[in-house]
Nanobody
Framework: VQLVESGGGLVQPGGSLRLSCESS???????????YRWYRQAPGKQHELVAT???????DYADSVKGRFTISRDDAKNTAYLQMNSLRPEDTAVYYC??????????WGQGTQVTVSS
């Protein structure tokens, strides 16, 4: 399984970005059984779980992003998304996608940089 993240960049405080995480190398029917998670890591800080979406579209968020970020998935495209609104400087980090398929393992993307700065 390969994961490719995209959508990062530089944005001003209060702005929005949408990250994408496309999986490949796996049948769509199996991909639909996976959970997707987004993590982030800022310089000097620990890896932080930001958002989770299960195979039945249940979602969960870190308190720091609740009400601002939305995780979603499109299994027809083998892709998960993280819509980030009302971005703050403290959201600056490298964002990583994690693909967790029971019985197969967990896979990581290469990360995409998000920088929130004026």
């Amino acid at each position: 399984v390969q994961l490719v993240e995209s959508g990062g960049g530089l944005v001003q405080p209060g702005g929005s970005l949408r990250l994408s995480c496309e999986s490949s190398g796996i049948l769509s029917g199996l991909s639909a059984q996976a959970w997707y998670r987004w993590y982030r890591q800022a310089p000097g800080k620990q890896h932080e779980l930001v958002a989770t979406i299960t195979h039945i579209d249940s979602t969960d968020y870190a308190d720091s992003v609740k009400g601002r970020f939305t995780i979603s998935r499109d299994d027809a495209k083998n892709t998960a998304y993280l819509q980030m609104n009302s971005l703050r400087p403290e959201d600056t980090a490298v964002y990583y996608c994690n693909f967790d398929l029971p019985g197969s393992g967990k896979y990581w993307g290469q990360g995409t940089q998000v920088t929130v700065s004026s």
